[in-house]
């Protein structure tokens, strides 16, 4: 690990502004930050600690959905009981994710934030277009099995590891920030992440110094919530597929339905077409297949990936069918 600068920051204002200077980051549980660190793929010159600040409550806002800070720690977050009520699908994501050590630690803000865990970032003598722009990806050829099929080009094809961020997606979630000249903005959780393109190390759509302050939820929606993750292990393993769903239905008919999709692409990935595509279905194997038809328009496997495809079907069949 290489020699760093510290400093407390005492204000969000302060730190975003102190975050604006070249080679900052701001650290609060550090879960995914310190490893990266460790292996010297990310070498910050100044961390800036903001876990003094506040920003760790959940609250109700006046719209009568939840506002969630960036600090509030993600056990924290599936425990309280009216997300595990109203909104089962983030408690549930949150739950499959990491194990409880490092749910205890880690951050609403951070876990929107982590980076892919994609073999060929973490290895620094390999080329990686998102470590080093202009050098290659590796995973390209490479050994892929755990990337995209979907949004990806020819400069990356990781994906996004985070499972909260699924089911931020699922329910429209929008993310509070602060600017270094103490302005805020709203982003919607749609276009917070960023498709990779040409510069897959641009990960999202935060300005240089913009910290995240809150999380921000819309009033209850209506049906089922559901969280399934396909993964190599039962715990402690990253999606190879998985998928947020909220499916309102009226005998036996669905009246309304939300997809979104992890393990598929860069950032989570939400399909209007699917959806609509299940409106006034029986939840059959027609319809799931219709639905995973709009999902996969454009889908491309890699080789060690190709199993993702038909694997999307079939976990999409069974979302539809538990929901």
């Not at 204002?13 to 990266?36: V, Y």
């Not at 990779?196 to 009033?219: D, R, Y």
């Not at 299940?278 to 889908?299: I, K, M, P």
């Amino acid at each position: 690990m290489k020699a760093f600068a510290y400093e407390r920051a005492r204000t969000a204002e302060g730190a975003s502004a102190s975050a604006a200077q070249a080679g900052t980051r701001f650290i609060a549980g550090g879960t995914n930050l310190l490893d990266l660190m460790k292996l010297q793929v990310e070498t910050p010159s100044r961390l800036i600690d903001i876990n003094r600040i506040g920003f760790d409550q959940i609250e109700p806002t006046a719209e009568g959905g939840l506002r969630i800070g960036a600090l509030v720690r993600n056990a924290d977050l599936a425990a309280d009981p009216r997300v595990r009520k109203s909104y089962a699908v983030l408690s549930r994501a949150l739950l499959s994710g990491a194990s409880g050590q490092l749910r205890n630690k880690a951050t609403t803000g951070g876990n929107l934030l982590q980076r892919t865990r994609c073999s060929y970032f973490y290895d620094t003598a390999k080329p990686c277009n998102k470590r080093v722009p202009g050098s290659g990806c590796s995973a390209i050829g490479g050994y892929n099995r755990m990337h995209a099929v979907v949004g990806a080009s020819e400069q990356c094809i990781a994906v996004h590891p985070s499972d909260m961020a699924v089911a931020m997606r699922v329910l429209d979630a929008k993310v509070e920030t602060v600017l270094p000249n103490g302005t805020r903005r709203i982003i919607p959780i749609a276009d917070f992440h960023r498709l990779p393109g040409n510069t897959p190390h641009i990960e999202t759509s935060l300005q240089a110094g913009e910290m995240i302050t809150a999380v921000s939820l819309p009033p209850p929606l209506p049906g089922r919530h559901v969280y399934r993750k396909v993964r190599d292990r039962a715990s402690y393993a990253f999606a190879l597929i998985s998928v947020a769903a909220i499916v309102d239905d009226s005998g036996g008919r669905i009246r309304s339905a939300r997809l979104a999709f992890g393990g598929l692409a860069h950032k989570p990935w939400r399909v209007p077409g699917a959806e609509a595509a299940l409106v006034d279905s029986t939840a059959g194997e027609a319809s799931a297949n219709a639905a995973a038809d709009q999902v996969l328009v454009d889908a491309r496997g890699y080789g060690h990936n190709d199993f993702k495809i038909p694997l999307l079907r079939r976990t999409l069949r069974a979302v539809l069918t538990q929901a």
